[in-house]
């Protein structure tokens, strides 16, 4: 007879292939038609608000990989939130105004010369709107939820005219100002840049030694002694004002073939090695304190005027000379020591990087051009004592990816120094998820200098600045209040479009413009402080958002960049930090740790990755991931990550067949009258559930993926499930230990899918479409487990037993090569027991748990193998093999007997 019909096998419709390309795009259509996002909030509505602050991608460009990590962390932390009944809205951003969407216009054909600025400004929204479209589709495929129909946009007026009145309370707290100071700025571009616009590259430059001869040297040094001097940016010469020493280092004077120099004495034997003077012809002459050479005064080595020796604190003796060549209107330490001195802050080179009428000879020519003529000229005068070149980090436009200059402009600052306390306060009142961010953090704003915040291009928010006709700066918070007015209803594209006259208030009067002329501020507003400004842009201006925010999570590169900012902004205008806590990852590498990029044909598209394996395979890629360090993505690595996927996908498989005759509401066994097996189950389980609680507090997903691998493979394959398939498979329908078994594998496969929810949105999401009896429409609308109390002494008692079962699982596998036996129910097993445990208080059938047909405890086993716990001897099973169940019976109605199935098998057919 065939017993097939008799056995209780597995019944689902959910399908062990995923078919993700096609059912995600099919399940996010019908998630918007029911609007699933809004039921989500409705559902928590008037509970404790929790605002994850989406920081705005630049909308330029096809999304990354680093995009895909970034918003689906983000999209993790939100959607546990809301299942833990938060409410928790996602008001996703992007960045709009800035170089890159010129330059990308440029690129395409626009011709920037041949229209106005308003329609060049025009051409740069209809730009940013089509990358916005894709980038928004981009990040919906990848099952982000939000507020895809409402995003806060930089470029929009009411963002506009929020981000003007943050610049207007900076003012009223005399927090903005102008002036004449050196810059970082970029030729390239013809802008200036902010710190947070730098990156560090390696750079060869010319290193030279010259020598700042002595005309006047106030007693303390004769004339014609030369002050040596060290630096890589010969073309910073011509700006030379003054030479620094430190005031407390000692410095030699010395005299070589005729002429004497002074160099720190610490610098002194690496200065004769690197211009290569022989030591033994070197005669010391003279040693003083640097002090004693303050207001001495040398020739510039190239123009007819003289260099002041000042003193400077800067000074050290690291590299060089100790002698500082010093040109205020091209470095910082140079530029306050300028000011102290009374010092001309003069900077001879345009916006081009090319030498104005001031460098005299060198006028038209590019500073790095330059270098090579200045040098020659320093030759030629004898004050040249050597060349070099050097390779070192020098800061590049982090766009062009070309060196910047430092260079004195009249910019628009926003002081640091003057709130620099209250914002280093504020980064330590803020909660980090790693300590040493917060350390970076706040070295960052210890150091950080003034902020320039103003940018010499037509795409961004204008500075709402006006000037009268004397040249006056006017700087008024009414006159501001009234741009932001302006903006709010016209959009800012007026400022180019009116005259100034009609940009000011009705009647507005000047002393410096006794004509009633004015003029406009023509620079724009650092897109950094765009991006700074969201806080009070987006957090405060809608109502269902909290100030400050819960929660910034980016890049790491954003301690430097909208994390900072940010909290300058606000703590500038309101006090306090814009965030209660700050999260950072890292970058996103290929799977030999080396950055993406075309030309290496290393780079991974996530459109692409959805196309071929789905976006949950991105989203398990990401739970896999160690962010807060630089994470990596290959083919194999997504190959790997789709294994699991699988083992996943097969074992919610097997729990939905298992238990579709199960009705949770009438069938399911009180715990305390369940087998000890199942109730070992029960806390097994209650402990993952507590642990992936915790996980999602810290944000720790590849434990939670790695512990999630464990429990699947450990607890549920390789044990109960296999073990449980003698039952589930065997027994009659309602018999008390396959129900028994039912109502753990019931819970595990509800509150298991509720917990991966968060990150295995659209899988998830198919698992409760197939799970009986479950109520809510969607799993996104359930709430995560609660957490449990644990049985550790149960929990512990069954470890142990379960270090004795791999004793017997590995006796098996050895019988099995050695053709003892088969499959293991062709096994008999004699064990000795544990120590400090008895098998009778397992409460349970030994055999099913050794997954055998027959099990006998010994005293000892001398002809038995001893293992790590107890000594195992197997043989083949006795008796005959059951056709149901398989099992070995020596039963007498099976073993020589007319049946061909087990009394225990013979039962269940015979009630059906």
């Known amino acids: 007879m065939d017993y097939k019909d008799t056995l209780l096998m597995p019944k689902t419709k959910f399908k062990m292939r995923g078919g993700l390309i096609n059912k995600e795009p099919e399940m996010q259509k019908k998630w918007q038609e029911d609007k699933l996002y809004e039921k989500k909030l409705k559902l928590n509505e008037g509970n404790t608000p929790y605002v994850l602050h989406d920081g705005p991608p630049y909308a330029n460009g096809a999304l990354h990989m680093g995009h895909a990590l970034n918003k689906i962390i983000k999209d993790i932390i939100i959607r546990n939130k809301q299942m833990r009944g938060y409410y928790a809205p996602y008001v996703p951003g992007w960045d709009t105004h800035g170089l890159p969407i010129e330059q990308a216009l440029t690129n395409k054909g626009v011709d920037r010369k041949s229209m106005t600025t308003e329609e060049f400004r025009n051409k740069c929204i209809e730009f940013a709107n089509t990358q916005i479209d894709h980038q928004r589709e981009g990040f919906k495929r990848m099952g982000i939820d939000g507020e895809w129909d409402n995003p806060y946009l930089t470029y929009k007026p009411e963002f506009e005219a929020a981000q003007v009145r943050v610049l207007k309370d900076m003012v009223e707290k005399g927090l903005i100002y102008k002036g004449k100071k050196p810059i970082y700025w970029s030729p390239v571009n013809e802008s200036s840049l902010a710190e947070a616009e730098l990156e560090y590259k390696d750079k060869r430059s010319p290193s030279i030694y010259v020598g700042f001869e002595v005309e006047d040297g106030k007693g303390a040094v004769d004339k014609g002694v030369q002050l040596v001097i060290w630096t890589t940016t010969p073309w910073t010469i011509p700006a030379n004002q003054a030479v620094a020493v430190h005031p407390e280092l000692n410095y030699v004077q010395f005299g070589y073939e005729g002429k004497e120099y002074i160099v720190a004495e610490d610098l002194l034997d690496h200065f004769l090695e690197e211009v290569d003077f022989d030591k033994d012809k070197v005669t010391r002459t003279k040693e003083f304190k640097g002090e004693s050479l303050e207001y001495v005064t040398t020739s510039h080595p190239l123009f007819d005027r003289t260099s002041l020796v000042v003193l400077g604190d800067h000074v050290t003796t690291d590299a060089g000379t100790g002698c500082v060549h010093t040109a205020p209107g091209h470095g910082d330490d140079d530029f306050v020591l300028g000011q102290k001195y009374d010092l001309e802050v003069l900077s001879p080179v345009d916006d081009k990087g090319v030498f104005t009428d001031e460098a005299g000879k060198y006028s038209g020519l590019f500073y790095d051009e330059a270098n090579k003529v200045i040098t020659e000229d320093l030759e030629a005068s004898g004050t040249l004592l050597k060349l070099n070149f050097y390779t070192h980090s020098y800061p590049h436009d982090w766009r062009s990816k070309t060196p910047v200059i430092f260079r004195a402009t009249p910019q628009w600052f926003a002081s640091i120094k003057n709130v620099r306390e209250d914002i280093l306060q504020a980064v330590m009142d803020t909660k980090f998820q790693v300590p040493w961010n917060q350390k970076r953090m706040y070295n960052m704003i210890k150091n950080r200098g003034d902020w320039v915040i103003s940018r010499q291009r037509v795409w961004g928010v204008p500075l709402p600045f006006f000037y009268a006709e004397n040249g006056q700066e006017i700087v008024d918070t009414d006159v501001i209040e009234h741009v932001a007015q302006l903006f709010e209803t016209h959009g800012s594209n007026i400022w180019f479009e009116w005259d100034a006259k009609d940009l000011l208030p009705e009647g507005y009067t000047h002393e410096g413009s006794p004509n009633g002329e004015f003029t406009k501020e023509m620079d724009i507003m650092d897109v950094w402080f765009d991006s700074g400004s969201t806080h009070r842009g987006v957090l405060a201006t809608r109502d269902y958002l909290?100030?400050?925010?819960?929660?910034?999570?980016?890049?790491?590169?954003?301690?430097?960049?909208?994390?900072?900012?940010?909290?300058?902004?606000?703590?500038?205008?309101?006090?306090?930090?814009?965030?209660?806590?700050?999260?950072?990852?890292?970058?996103?590498?290929?799977?030999?740790?080396?950055?993406?990029?075309?030309?290496?044909?290393?780079?991974?598209?996530?459109?692409?990755?959805?196309?071929?394996?789905?976006?949950?395979?991105?989203?398990?890629?990401?739970?896999?991931?160690?962010?807060?360090?630089?994470?990596?993505?290959?083919?194999?690595?997504?190959?790997?990550?789709?294994?699991?996927?699988?083992?996943?996908?097969?074992?919610?498989?097997?729990?939905?067949?298992?238990?579709?005759?199960?009705?949770?509401?009438?069938?399911?066994?009180?715990?305390?009258?369940?087998?000890?097996?199942?109730?070992?189950?029960?806390?097994?389980?209650?402990?993952?559930?507590?642990?992936?609680?915790?996980?999602?507090?810290?944000?720790?997903?590849?434990?939670?993926?790695?512990?999630?691998?464990?429990?699947?493979?450990?607890?549920?394959?390789?044990?109960?499930?296999?073990?449980?398939?003698?039952?589930?498979?065997?027994?009659?329908?309602?018999?008390?230990?396959?129900?028994?078994?039912?109502?753990?594998?019931?819970?595990?496969?509800?509150?298991?899918?509720?917990?991966?929810?968060?990150?295995?949105?659209?899988?998830?999401?198919?698992?409760?479409?197939?799970?009986?009896?479950?109520?809510?429409?969607?799993?996104?609308?359930?709430?995560?487990?609660?957490?449990?109390?644990?049985?550790?002494?149960?929990?512990?008692?069954?470890?142990?037993?379960?270090?004795?079962?791999?004793?017997?699982?590995?006796?098996?596998?050895?019988?099995?090569?050695?053709?003892?036996?088969?499959?293991?129910?062709?096994?008999?097993?004699?064990?000795?027991?544990?120590?400090?445990?008895?098998?009778?208080?397992?409460?349970?059938?030994?055999?099913?748990?050794?997954?055998?047909?027959?099990?006998?405890?010994?005293?000892?086993?001398?002809?038995?193998?001893?293992?790590?716990?107890?000594?195992?001897?197997?043989?083949h099973a006795e008796g005959t093999r059951c056709e149901r169940c398989w099992n070995y019976s020596t039963a007498e109605s099976i073993h020589g007997g007319d049946d061909d199935i087990c009394p225990r098998c013979r039962e269940v057919v015979d009630q059906m």
């Open 546 to 875: 909290t100030y400050p925010a819960d929660l910034y999570f980016e890049g790491s590169d954003q301690y430097r960049g909208w994390f900072n900012s940010s909290i300058i902004t606000s703590v500038a205008t309101k006090g306090i930090a814009p965030y209660k806590e700050l999260l950072s990852h890292g970058f996103v590498m290929d799977g030999e740790g080396k950055k993406m990029s075309k030309s290496l044909g290393n780079v991974i598209l996530p459109e692409k990755v959805m196309k071929q394996m789905g976006a949950d395979i991105i989203r398990l890629w990401v739970m896999s991931s160690d962010f807060e360090e630089d994470v990596r993505i290959s083919d194999d690595i997504l190959k790997q990550v789709s294994e699991v996927y699988r083992k996943v996908r097969n074992t919610f498989r097997f729990l939905l067949g298992n238990v579709a005759d199960f009705n949770p509401n009438e069938d399911a066994v009180a715990y305390e009258d369940m087998k000890e097996v199942d109730q070992f189950m029960m806390q097994r389980f209650n402990e993952m559930v507590n642990l992936m609680r915790g996980c999602y507090d810290r944000y720790d997903y590849v434990s939670m993926y790695q512990s999630l691998q464990n429990f699947i493979n450990v607890d549920l394959s390789n044990f109960y499930l296999d073990y449980g398939k003698d039952i589930l498979y065997i027994e009659n329908e309602d018999a008390h230990i396959r129900r028994s078994m039912q109502t753990v594998l019931y819970r595990i496969l509800t509150e298991l899918n509720r917990l991966l929810a968060p990150v295995l949105v659209h899988t998830a999401e198919e698992i409760h479409q197939h799970t009986p009896y479950v109520e809510k429409e969607s799993v996104h609308l359930e709430y995560l487990p609660e957490e449990a109390e644990v049985d550790t002494a149960l929990v512990e008692k069954w470890k142990h037993f379960m270090d004795v079962r791999d004793d017997v699982l590995k006796a098996l596998e050895e019988a099995r090569n050695e053709k003892v036996i088969g499959k293991s129910l062709e096994a008999k097993v004699q064990v000795t027991e544990p120590e400090g445990m008895s098998y009778d208080e397992i409460n349970g059938a030994l055999t099913q748990l050794f997954i055998v047909s027959q099990v006998e405890v010994v005293d000892s086993l001398p002809d038995g193998k001893r293992y790590d716990h107890i000594s195992v001897k197997v043989e």
